[in-house]
């Protein structure tokens, strides 16, 4: 059974920084494009950043330049270093893979920006 687990959520202070990874289990981890999407309270999920299997990277405009990217396919982990954070960054982010058809989704992890 796939697994995406997503760890490194909780509260930051606004202006400060988080780091939120995924680990991948029992699939093919090099193929997949991998994604961080949010959704926000009464908001639909978005994206807020993806990476293909060849290093290629997407943002979504509210977070470019605030938010790296990055995947490491030797721990079959996907990062996102989320710096200067804001309280609109408030969601649940979930960790998304993507490849051939097949869709996978983490459970989830709370990020709350707040003094």
């Known amino acids: 059974q796939v697994q995406l687990v997503e760890s490194g959520g909780g509260l930051v202070q606004p202006g400060g920084s988080l780091r939120l990874s995924c680990t991948a289990s029992r699939i093919i981890f090099r193929i997949y494009t991998m994604g961080w999407y949010r959704r926000a309270p009464g908001k639909q999920r978005e994206l807020v950043a993806s990476?293909?299997?060849?290093?290629?990277?997407n943002y979504a405009d509210s977070v470019k330049g605030r938010f790296t990217i990055s995947r490491d396919s030797a721990k079959s982990t996907v990062n996102l270093q989320m710096n200067s954070v804001k309280p609109e960054d408030t969601a649940v982010y979930y960790c998304n893979g993507n490849a051939q058809g097949l869709n996978y989704w983490g459970p989830g992890t709370q990020v709350t920006v707040s003094s």
């Open positions: 990476i293909t299997s060849g290093g290629i990277t």
